[in-house]
């Protein structure tokens, strides 16, 4: 009983984080170069979303669309589609009796996950179909999902509770345990079986925590530096490299580096901190979540 009541208290706290930031807005910013030569041009910085309500987690879907979370008025989440080319919004979810967190693409390409918080406070894994049909509950008994990402069409998720766990749901009745006392960054490294997610329970000296790969394939674990200092939210340029950001700041690592390497600052007065982003190699662009002051 003093277990359950404790992953309730955690899984509210969680959630009620979600909305302490100050009305994040989402940017986006031109790229050039590439891995570690990758550079920002801020002078054609372009601010998305302008309300006082939560827009943030982005991920892109294909070469010019993206989807991210969106509170209303009433704070209920919901999906919103965005296309580059026509510069529209469109709501893929548009529900008033549960929020939808973090979407993105399943390996598949037919469906938007997107953690779900259910109108019970259950917060399971869900799919919602591109061609706007119902949507589908995928795991009934892997909960509560904090993130997630996908290897060979199952989810790797980040699970609330004391500690936080890394589960990777292999098959029916077949959930392997990767790891335990993890952040809440888990991507999956391109072109690759690997998981990548920070741990905490391994720090540096100044405290960072430590960025870590689990080959899925393999089974094995492996330690690849540390992550940037302060930041929690990573993402993969491409199979070598790692961006982060600190402040208005952004950084890159290559994998078999030590040093983060500034790639430029983005300068508003208006907000601060990027938190969520996402990169299209497509379009040369990075999108990111950043709050107002």
Sequence with gaps: MVK?????????????????????????????????????????LKQLTDRKEYDSQPSFINEYQMVFSAADENGNHDIIVYNFETEKFTNLSKTDDRGEFSPSITDCGQY???????????????????NFEPAELLYDDLE??????????????????????????????????????????????????????????????EGSAALMLFDLKKKTKTQIGYALQGSLDFIWLDKKHVIMARGN??????????DWKSVGIIPIETHQNITRMAYSPDLNLLVFAMERK
């Design 112 to 130: 938007i996950a997107a953690v779900v918080m259910e109108p019970d406070q259950r917060q399971r894994l869900w799919l919602y179909p591109t």
């Design 144 to 205: 509560p999902v904090g993130y997630y990402d996908w290897y060979d069409n199952k989810a790797a998720m980040f699970i609330l509770g004391e500690p936080n766990k890394l589960i990777y749901a292999n098959g029916r009745d077949d959930a392997w345990e990767l790891d335990t006392n993890i952040g809440r960054s888990v991507k999956k490294r391109p072109k690759s079986a690997e998981i990548a997610y920070l741990s905490n329970s391994k720090r540096s000296e």
């Design 4 to 44: 359950n009541a404790f992953v309730t208290l955690l899984l509210l706290t969680f959630t009620l984080s979600l909305f302490a930031q100050q009305g994040p807005d989402l940017f986006s910013v031109p790229v050039s170069g590439k891995g570690s030569s990758i550079r920002l041009n801020p002078q054609s």
């Design 249 to 258: 700041e952004i950084f890159v690592r290559n994998m078999n580096s030590t």
